[in-house]
Structures are given as C-alpha cells and as structure tokens.
C-alpha cells in the first residue's frame, strides 16, 4: 500500500514539474514582433565565414521567435555540425540539395543543376508560404557564377520577396546585378586561412 501511494505521489510530482518546465521555456521563447520591412543580404568574398555568419543571424532569429527556412543549395548531406543542433530546435527548416563532394565548375553535371533547380524551386515555396520570417539561401551565389541556375531567376526571387520576410544569400561571386539589388553586403577577406598551410578543416569547427 504504501509503495502504491509513494508511486502515485512521484508520477504526480513529475507532472507538475513538467507543466513548469514547459512553461518555463514558453516563457523564454518570446513572441516576435512582425516586421514589415524585410532586407535582402549577401555574405560574400573569398574569406572564411559566409555561411557562419548566415547561421548567426539564424541563431538570434530563432531566439526571438522568429520562423527560419534555411536551404543548402550544393552541401548535399554532409555531415555539418549545424544541421545535427539545427535540427533539434522548433521553429528551423533544413532543406539540403546537392551531392555529396564538390562540384567542378569546368564540368558541371546535368544532376548537379537539377538539385539546384531544386533547391531555388523549395525557397521560393517557402518564401512565398508564409510559413516563414527569415529565409537562409546557402551557396547560392557560387551556384549562380557557375551556371547551375539562371540570374534572372535569382533576380526574380529576390523581386518577388514579401515584405515581412528577410532574406540572406551567401558564397563566393555574388553577382553585380545582386549586389546592387541587396540591402546589406558584406564581403568576407582573406587574409591568412590555415588551409594554406596544410592544416585541415577541424570537425566541430570547420564543419
């Protein structure tokens, strides 16, 4: 008798501590603010931290509530430390495309542009859903300069943006045409980069 007792006094404890967690952490996940003026950025440049500084502002926009579609238009599936912590956050979307490996501009394959079409076909659904606040096209200007998908439709996407969604595109050779449509631009350095000196990307780090 007195075990049954203890046991329902536990399964009643544990209830009520997981009705003050969960409003514990609803109370930390404030509610954003809509916005009706929604920017088109670019992280561009040869230097280090294109990507990095796209999932940063990710990072801040996940903390304020805001809903995040984040699509890789030439990573394929690999293993990114991102997408293992990304993954189990509310309110993200990952959308990878691409294959696995590097792509080699001087021959670029008809299943390569396919994914990419892909991909820029997946970000305008989303884009357009609203479903979304902050839109991430990874890699999509280096996607551009090497002709696995039109300017033009780039272009248009970035025409075709509500005004309540922002968006962010990131790689190296941002077009000119893109860059004056943008907002904001940055344009990442090199320079020094461990690679030159033989040293290896670092998992954890790197990727």
């Known amino acids: 008798m007195v075990a049954i007792v203890w046991s329902l006094a536990i399964l009643i404890l544990n209830f009520w501590l997981g009705v003050l967690l969960r409003e514990k952490v609803s109370s930390h996940n404030p509610s954003p603010e809509p916005f009706t003026k929604g920017l088109v950025q670019i992280f561009t440049g040869n230097g280090k931290g294109k990507t990095s500084a796209a999932l940063g502002t990710v990072i801040r926009a996940l903390g304020q509530g805001l809903r995040v579609y984040f699509v890789y238009f030439m990573k ?120 030159d000196k033989g040293i290896k990307a670092k998992k954890g780090i790197d990727y």
Do not use: C
């Open 76 to 195: 394929g599936d690999y293993p990114y430390g991102e997408r293992h912590i990304l993954s189990k956050l509310p309110n993200v979307k990952l959308a990878s495309f691409g294959q696995k490996g590097f792509v080699d501009p001087a021959n670029i394959k008809p299943e390569e542009k396919e994914q990419a079409r892909l991909a820029l076909a997946a970000a305008r659904e989303a884009m357009l859903s609203g479903s979304y606040d902050l839109i991430v096209l990874d890699e999509i200007n280096i996607a551009i300069a090497w002709k696995l998908i039109e300017l033009d439709e780039v272009v248009k996407l970035t025409r075709d943006k509500p005004p309540n969604v922002e968006l962010i595109l990131t790689g190296r050779q941002a077009n000119a045409k893109l860059i004056k449509l943008a907002d904001l631009v940055t344009e990442m350095v090199k320079i020094k980069h461990p690679y």
